[in-house]
């Protein structure tokens, strides 16, 4: 049998509201699509071959680990990008999804640096995004439920999709009405809870993805 082999990216410092859920959904439905499942945590100063995996799911965490993170990941950040840039599937949420964009601020305003993968800027604000959130993902025509709760507001960049236009809560900035971002094949999500357990069709279609690139 087939093996998808996953890098949960940072997996011992990064699960802020059960994130990791979405990790046992990844793994639950590359099972039932007949697949083993092998799971490496990749953390701070190991190394990242792009070409050791299938998957990539990055969490989000508190501004304190993430500023930990922001150092130790620019040593693999062409690693990374190579691999993004090579149709490597990623599920990046919160945390995740801001560092692989240029940078975010923090709440007591510090700029943290991402890695620039995607062409995305995150800011703060005073108060949080808090919320159930609905959105409409214009490509593949679904409809994803979900809740929100972070402090930062990610603007994307002209050549950079959302995962979803917002049809209900605040999504990336409260101002375009986009949540998320889709780039190759990253998925990106402010969603926390998490974010595939209430749209198992979503996991599905990046089992897909993820299948798809096994057999290019």
Known sequence: MKTIRICHLYGNLLNTYGDNGNLLILQWRAREHG???DTTIVSLDDP?????????????????EQRIVSK??????????????????????CGGYQLLGHYYTSAVGERIEGIG??????????????GDITIYDEETGFTYEGYENHNGRTFLGENVQPLGIVEKGFGNNNEDKTEGARYKNVFCSYFHGPLLVRNIHLADYIIEKVI???MA
């Open 72 to 93: 130790d990941i620019q040593h693999k950040k062409d690693a990374i990008i190579s691999y993004i840039e090579n149709n490597g599937v990623v599920v990046a949420i």
């Open 35 to 37: 697949y083993n499942v």
């Open 48 to 64: 990242f071959n792009p070409d050791d995996y299938d998957l990539i799911f990055f969490g989000g965490g508190q501004d304190y």
């Open 212 to 214: 798809h690139q096994k």
């Open 117 to 130: 993968a995607i062409d995305y800027y995150t800011t703060n604000q005073d108060g949080r995004y808090i």
